[in-house]
Antibody, heavy 119, light 110 residues
Framework: QVQLVESGGGLVKPGGSLRLSCAASGFTFSDHYMSWVRQAPGKGLEWVGYISNTGNTIYYADSVKARFTISRDNAESSLHLQMKSLRAEDTAVYYC????????????WGPGTLVTVSS | QSVLTQPPSASGTPGQRVTFSCSGSSSNIGGNTVNWYQQLPGTAPKLLIYANNQRPSGVPDRFSGSKSGTSASLAISGLQSEDEADYYCAAWDDSLHGVLFGGGTKLTVL
């Protein structure tokens, strides 16, 4: 079955960097767009960005543009989120999710990894 | 502040039918399909409804979705205690070139 597992979260100081990874299994990773979604403590869901199945197209939410970089390794079935210049408001659980089909339904989600930005 | 507007809370008793609204604009709901997610406490979101009114395999037919113009709604019939969760609508936004989520509606089963 489809499985997504994030890793790399932790405590980082404001202005610092962190790299999240998402290991995918149970499906043909290179067939699917992938997305990152985050959720601040006690808040709603916020889309972070997506990457096309080939990696040629990447889009970001304005809140993370120029600070976050999404990449993928289809050979390793892995998705990555490089975060820099982190701010307190980036504190959240970060989920990777599979884009199932047209219309952008995110049909499979990882359990999430918590990123805390604090001094 | 979410561009897709959802009421923050809703409640119902077991067996009742409850509905959730999601209001957007022509750049999102008005021109694209709506998806709904259920998030049980302490867990990752789960796709509940896609393409306005389609249920993924395994989702009970107690859950249904609809869309009209720039608004969408989710209905749960035969409410059960395990339906207590947060419910989010989402749609692609052509102006932002990204996915928009609503602020979520917290359902309490009394």
């Amino acid at each position: 079955q489809v499985q997504l597992v994030e890793s790399g979260g932790g405590l980082v100081k404001p202005g610092g960097s962190l790299r999240l990874s998402c290991a995918a299994s149970g499906f043909t990773f290179s067939d699917h767009y992938m997305s990152w979604v985050r959720q601040a403590p006690g808040k709603g869901l916020e889309w972070v960005g997506y990457i096309s199945n080939t990696g040629n197209t990447i889009y970001y939410a304005d809140s993370v543009k120029a600070r976050f970089t999404i990449s993928r390794d289809n050979a390793e079935s892995s998705l990555h989120l490089q975060m820099k210049s982190l701010r307190a408001e980036d504190t959240a659980v970060y989920y990777c999710a599979r884009v199932w089909r047209s219309g952008w339904p995110l049909d499979s989600w990882g359990p999430g990894t918590l990123v805390t930005v604090s001094s | 502040q979410s561009v897709l507007t959802q009421p923050p809370s809703a409640s119902g008793t077991p067996g009742q039918r409850v509905t959730f609204s999601c209001s957007g604009s022509s750049s999102n709901i008005g021109g694209n399909t709506v998806n709904w997610y259920q998030q049980l406490p302490g867990t990752a979101p789960k796709l509940l409804i896609y393409a306005n009114n389609q249920r993924p395999s395994g989702v009970p037919d107690r859950f249904s979705g609809s869309k009209s113009g720039t608004s969408a709604s989710l209905a749960i019939s035969g409410l059960q205690s395990e339906d207590e969760a947060d419910y989010y609508c989402a749609a692609w936004d052509d102006s932002l070139h990204g996915v928009l989520f609503g602020g979520g509606t917290k359902l309490t089963v009394l």
